[in-house]
T-cell receptor, first 110, second 118 residues
Framework: GQQLNQSPQSMFIQEGEDVSMNCTSS?????WLWYKQEPGEGPVLLIA?????ELTSNGRLTAQFGITRKDSFLNISASIPSDVGIYFC??????????FGTGTRLKVLA | GAVVSQHPSRVICKSGTSVKIECRSLDFQATTMFWYRQFPKQSLMLMAT?????????EQGVEKDKFLINHASLTLSTLTVTSAHPEDSSFYIC??????????????FGPGTRLTVT
Protein backbone atom coordinates (compact mmCIF):
# COMPACT_ATOMS: atom_id res chain seq x y z
CA GLY A 1 0.00 0.00 0.00
CA GLN A 2 0.91 3.63 -0.33
CA GLN A 3 3.13 5.18 2.32
CA LEU A 4 4.40 8.67 2.91
CA ASN A 5 8.12 9.42 2.95
CA GLN A 6 9.27 10.33 6.41
CA SER A 7 12.74 11.49 7.41
CA PRO A 8 14.96 10.92 9.11
CA GLN A 9 14.40 7.21 9.50
CA SER A 10 16.01 7.25 12.94
CA MET A 11 17.63 9.73 15.30
CA PHE A 12 19.90 9.45 18.30
CA ILE A 13 20.02 12.69 20.25
CA GLN A 14 21.17 13.98 23.60
CA GLU A 15 18.63 14.92 26.24
CA GLY A 16 17.80 18.60 25.96
CA GLU A 17 18.32 18.82 22.21
CA ASP A 18 15.64 19.87 19.77
CA VAL A 19 14.34 17.39 17.20
CA SER A 20 12.94 17.96 13.72
CA MET A 21 11.34 15.47 11.41
CA ASN A 22 9.29 15.77 8.27
CA CYS A 23 6.90 13.95 6.04
CA THR A 24 6.45 14.42 2.31
CA SER A 25 3.97 13.21 -0.25
CA SER A 26 3.47 13.37 -3.98
CA UNK A 27 -0.24 13.91 -3.32
CA UNK A 28 -2.14 16.72 -1.65
CA UNK A 29 -3.73 16.04 1.71
CA UNK A 30 -6.54 17.85 3.53
CA UNK A 31 -5.40 16.77 6.97
CA TRP A 32 -2.03 15.94 8.46
CA LEU A 33 -1.64 14.17 11.77
CA TRP A 34 1.28 13.15 13.93
CA TYR A 35 1.25 10.08 16.17
CA LYS A 36 3.71 8.55 18.61
CA GLN A 37 3.96 4.81 19.10
CA GLU A 38 5.79 3.02 21.88
CA PRO A 39 6.75 -0.67 21.72
CA GLY A 40 3.78 -3.00 21.94
CA GLU A 41 1.28 -0.15 21.99
CA GLY A 42 -1.03 1.54 19.55
CA PRO A 43 -0.26 5.01 18.15
CA VAL A 44 -1.24 8.00 20.27
CA LEU A 45 -2.39 11.19 18.58
CA LEU A 46 -0.08 14.14 19.19
CA ILE A 47 -1.23 16.88 16.84
CA ALA A 48 -3.81 17.23 14.06
CA UNK A 49 -3.56 19.91 11.35
CA UNK A 50 -6.45 20.93 9.12
CA UNK A 51 -5.36 23.97 7.12
CA UNK A 52 -2.43 24.64 4.82
CA UNK A 53 0.12 26.76 6.63
CA GLU A 54 -1.33 25.91 10.05
CA LEU A 55 1.15 25.83 12.90
CA THR A 56 -0.02 24.03 16.04
CA SER A 57 1.68 23.33 19.35
CA ASN A 58 1.09 20.72 22.01
CA GLY A 59 3.45 21.36 24.89
CA ARG A 60 7.00 20.91 23.61
CA LEU A 61 5.72 19.67 20.26
CA THR A 62 5.05 21.91 17.29
CA ALA A 63 3.78 20.77 13.91
CA GLN A 64 3.11 22.59 10.68
CA PHE A 65 0.91 21.81 7.70
CA GLY A 66 3.00 22.66 4.64
CA ILE A 67 1.73 25.42 2.39
CA THR A 68 1.79 23.11 -0.63
CA ARG A 69 -0.33 20.58 1.32
CA LYS A 70 2.21 17.93 0.35
CA ASP A 71 4.32 18.00 3.49
CA SER A 72 4.31 18.44 7.23
CA PHE A 73 6.90 18.98 9.93
CA LEU A 74 7.12 18.02 13.58
CA ASN A 75 9.50 19.65 16.02
CA ILE A 76 10.18 18.56 19.59
CA SER A 77 11.96 21.06 21.79
CA ALA A 78 14.19 20.23 24.75
CA SER A 79 13.87 16.46 24.37
CA ILE A 80 13.56 14.24 27.43
CA PRO A 81 14.05 10.47 27.79
CA SER A 82 10.31 9.75 27.63
CA ASP A 83 10.21 11.18 24.10
CA VAL A 84 11.67 7.87 22.95
CA GLY A 85 9.44 6.07 20.47
CA ILE A 86 8.44 5.95 16.85
CA TYR A 87 6.79 9.01 15.38
CA PHE A 88 4.43 8.55 12.45
CA CYS A 89 2.87 11.15 10.24
CA UNK A 90 -0.46 10.44 8.58
CA UNK A 91 -2.23 12.19 5.75
CA UNK A 92 -5.90 12.13 4.89
CA UNK A 93 -7.65 13.33 1.75
CA UNK A 94 -11.07 12.85 0.26
CA UNK A 95 -12.01 9.69 2.15
CA UNK A 96 -11.68 8.96 5.83
CA UNK A 97 -8.66 6.75 5.26
CA UNK A 98 -5.22 7.64 6.53
CA UNK A 99 -1.97 7.06 4.71
CA PHE A 100 0.86 6.60 7.20
CA GLY A 101 4.47 7.61 6.93
CA THR A 102 7.34 5.21 7.25
CA GLY A 103 8.12 6.38 10.78
CA THR A 104 10.99 8.11 12.58
CA ARG A 105 12.59 6.20 15.44
CA LEU A 106 13.75 8.56 18.16
CA LYS A 107 16.22 7.61 20.87
CA VAL A 108 17.20 10.08 23.54
CA LEU A 109 20.48 9.64 25.38
CA ALA A 110 20.40 10.90 28.95
CA GLY B 1 -11.96 11.03 26.18
CA ALA B 2 -11.70 9.11 22.88
CA VAL B 3 -10.51 5.84 24.37
CA VAL B 4 -10.37 2.69 22.26
CA SER B 5 -9.80 -0.75 23.72
CA GLN B 6 -8.84 -4.03 22.12
CA HIS B 7 -9.17 -7.57 23.37
CA PRO B 8 -7.19 -9.70 23.65
CA SER B 9 -3.87 -7.92 23.89
CA ARG B 10 -1.98 -11.09 23.00
CA VAL B 11 -3.11 -14.37 21.52
CA ILE B 12 -1.31 -17.50 20.45
CA CYS B 13 -3.17 -19.95 18.27
CA LYS B 14 -2.42 -23.05 16.27
CA SER B 15 -2.26 -23.04 12.51
CA GLY B 16 -5.66 -23.66 10.96
CA THR B 17 -7.71 -22.23 13.80
CA SER B 18 -9.63 -18.94 13.88
CA VAL B 19 -9.08 -16.00 16.18
CA LYS B 20 -11.45 -13.13 16.97
CA ILE B 21 -10.19 -9.69 18.01
CA GLU B 22 -12.54 -7.10 19.49
CA CYS B 23 -12.25 -3.33 19.16
CA ARG B 24 -14.40 -1.07 21.33
CA SER B 25 -14.80 2.69 21.55
CA LEU B 26 -15.32 3.24 25.26
CA ASP B 27 -16.52 6.83 25.54
CA PHE B 28 -17.81 7.72 22.10
CA GLN B 29 -19.79 6.25 19.27
CA ALA B 30 -17.88 5.35 16.15
CA THR B 31 -19.72 4.85 12.90
CA THR B 32 -16.41 4.01 11.26
CA MET B 33 -13.59 1.87 12.56
CA PHE B 34 -10.43 0.81 10.83
CA TRP B 35 -8.26 -2.29 11.05
CA TYR B 36 -4.52 -2.08 10.50
CA ARG B 37 -1.72 -4.61 10.47
CA GLN B 38 1.83 -3.77 11.50
CA PHE B 39 4.84 -6.00 10.95
CA PRO B 40 7.98 -5.53 13.06
CA LYS B 41 9.77 -2.25 12.43
CA GLN B 42 7.26 -1.27 9.77
CA SER B 43 4.50 1.25 9.49
CA LEU B 44 0.78 0.65 9.84
CA MET B 45 -0.95 -0.75 6.78
CA LEU B 46 -4.69 -0.32 6.47
CA MET B 47 -6.51 -3.62 5.98
CA ALA B 48 -10.13 -2.56 5.94
CA THR B 49 -12.66 0.11 6.83
CA UNK B 50 -15.52 -1.05 9.00
CA UNK B 51 -18.84 0.81 8.88
CA UNK B 52 -21.58 0.17 11.41
CA UNK B 53 -24.42 -1.77 9.90
CA UNK B 54 -22.81 -2.39 6.53
CA UNK B 55 -20.15 -4.48 4.89
CA UNK B 56 -16.52 -3.65 5.43
CA UNK B 57 -14.41 -2.19 2.65
CA UNK B 58 -11.15 -4.06 2.16
CA GLU B 59 -7.91 -2.68 0.83
CA GLN B 60 -6.38 -4.17 -2.26
CA GLY B 61 -4.64 -7.44 -1.53
CA VAL B 62 -6.50 -8.16 1.71
CA GLU B 63 -8.60 -11.34 1.55
CA LYS B 64 -12.08 -10.56 2.81
CA ASP B 65 -12.87 -14.25 3.35
CA LYS B 66 -9.83 -14.65 5.53
CA PHE B 67 -10.20 -11.47 7.58
CA LEU B 68 -13.86 -11.27 8.54
CA ILE B 69 -14.99 -7.94 9.92
CA ASN B 70 -18.25 -7.27 11.74
CA HIS B 71 -19.34 -3.85 13.00
CA ALA B 72 -22.59 -4.69 14.75
CA SER B 73 -22.86 -1.63 16.96
CA LEU B 74 -21.58 1.92 17.21
CA THR B 75 -19.03 0.88 19.81
CA LEU B 76 -17.85 -2.55 18.69
CA SER B 77 -16.07 -3.95 15.66
CA THR B 78 -14.56 -7.42 15.45
CA LEU B 79 -11.87 -8.90 13.23
CA THR B 80 -11.78 -12.66 12.82
CA VAL B 81 -8.68 -14.21 11.30
CA THR B 82 -9.91 -17.47 9.82
CA SER B 83 -7.75 -20.52 9.19
CA ALA B 84 -4.74 -18.69 10.56
CA HIS B 85 -1.26 -19.46 9.26
CA PRO B 86 2.14 -18.45 10.65
CA GLU B 87 2.41 -15.67 8.06
CA ASP B 88 -0.66 -14.07 9.66
CA SER B 89 1.37 -13.48 12.80
CA SER B 90 1.47 -9.73 13.27
CA PHE B 91 0.37 -6.79 15.40
CA TYR B 92 -3.24 -5.91 14.62
CA ILE B 93 -4.42 -2.44 15.57
CA CYS B 94 -7.87 -0.94 15.30
CA UNK B 95 -8.88 2.69 15.30
CA UNK B 96 -12.16 4.53 15.66
CA UNK B 97 -13.09 7.77 14.00
CA UNK B 98 -14.62 10.57 16.03
CA UNK B 99 -16.72 13.36 14.68
CA UNK B 100 -19.76 13.63 12.48
CA UNK B 101 -18.08 13.59 9.12
CA UNK B 102 -16.81 17.15 9.02
CA UNK B 103 -13.18 18.15 8.64
CA UNK B 104 -12.32 18.08 12.32
CA UNK B 105 -12.17 14.44 13.21
CA UNK B 106 -9.37 12.15 14.19
CA UNK B 107 -8.73 8.45 14.43
CA UNK B 108 -7.96 7.13 17.89
CA PHE B 109 -6.13 3.85 18.10
CA GLY B 110 -6.50 0.84 20.31
CA PRO B 111 -3.50 -0.67 22.12
CA GLY B 112 -3.12 -3.43 19.54
CA THR B 113 -3.32 -7.23 19.57
CA ARG B 114 -0.23 -9.35 19.09
CA LEU B 115 -1.20 -12.49 17.17
CA THR B 116 1.21 -15.41 17.02
CA VAL B 117 0.28 -18.43 14.94
CA THR B 118 2.28 -21.57 15.67
Amino acid sequence: GQQLNQSPQSMFIQEGEDVSMNCTSSSIFNTWLWYKQEPGEGPVLLIALYKAGELTSNGRLTAQFGITRKDSFLNISASIPSDVGIYFCAGQSGTYKYIFGTGTRLKVLA
Amino acid sequence: GAVVSQHPSRVICKSGTSVKIECRSLDFQATTMFWYRQFPKQSLMLMATSNEGSKATYEQGVEKDKFLINHASLTLSTLTVTSAHPEDSSFYICSARTGGGGPTYEQYFGPGTRLTVT
